[in-house]
């Protein structure tokens, strides 16, 4: 059976997630998800406590949920130019294996090892993709609280990281939240138009910053 994993986002300015042209990426940032997850399994990403866009109540919304379709290897996705102008394509295949690109919008030289793992075999370079997700961006919704008490419940105690070990009324509450998600009115394969917000200024966050390379903070 697929496995569900679940974390709290400190930022999202497009970045981590990736959402562009129908496809969700995870390449930089969350590595042990990255490292770990399968073909088959579903991804829940929500607004962590100190997530204030727009100046709205902190209500650890929903963000995205997205059920992973492919695992890529690093060195496939740095180096395939369908990928060059994706704002998480942020490293590029070198002689002796990774590098961050002098023109990269996001992190720098010092992010690498954190995203890609330690030479030579960069264990963490490894790219999630799904075309089967849904992206609310800062349009999510905490409404899921009133009906999946367990997910409140465990969203609201979850702290850095991520959580995969689930029990049974939780794995259920989580199946039927996604299934609640597929079949809400307006949601599209790929997010709401316009969901995918700007960048959103954080203390600790995945950010852009003038000059240099956004970072970000998390395992």
Not at 99 to 119: I, K, N, S, T
Not at 139 to 151: C, E, H, I, L, N
Not at 202 to 210: A, D, I, M
Request: glycine content about 10%.
């Amino acid at each position: 059976m697929s496995r569900i994993y679940l974390y709290k986002l400190t930022t999202d300015d497009g970045g981590a997630p990736c959402v562009q042209d129908g496809l969700l990426t995870l390449a930089i940032c969350k590595p042990m998800i990255r490292a770990t997850a399968q073909v088959g399994d579903l991804i829940f990403g929500f607004a962590a406590n100190r997530m204030n866009p727009g100046n709205r109540p902190t209500d650890n919304h929903l963000i995205y949920v997205a059920r992973v379709d492919e695992r890529i290897l690093g060195r496939d996705y740095y180096d395939a130019r369908q990928f060059a102008d994706r704002t998480d394509c942020v490293y590029e295949l070198t002689a002796d294996g990774f590098a961050w690109r002098a023109e990269a919008r996001r992190h720098g030289p010092d992010d690498l090892v954190h995203d890609l793992g330690e030479r030579p075999f960069f264990r963490r370079a490894i790219v999630l993709a799904s075309r089967d997700f849904r992206y609310f961006g800062a349009a999510g919704s905490a409404d899921y609280k009133t009906q999946f008490p367990a997910v409140k419940d465990a969203v609201e105690r979850m702290g850095r990281g991520h959580r995969v070990h689930h029990d049974e009324a939780l794995c259920r509450e989580l199946r039927n939240l996604r299934d609640s998600v597929w079949e809400s009115a307006g949601t599209q394969a790929a997010g709401l138009p316009g969901a995918q917000p700007d960048a959103l200024a954080t203390s600790n966050g995945c950010r852009r910053r003038v000059g240099e390379g956004a970072k970000c903070s998390g395992s």
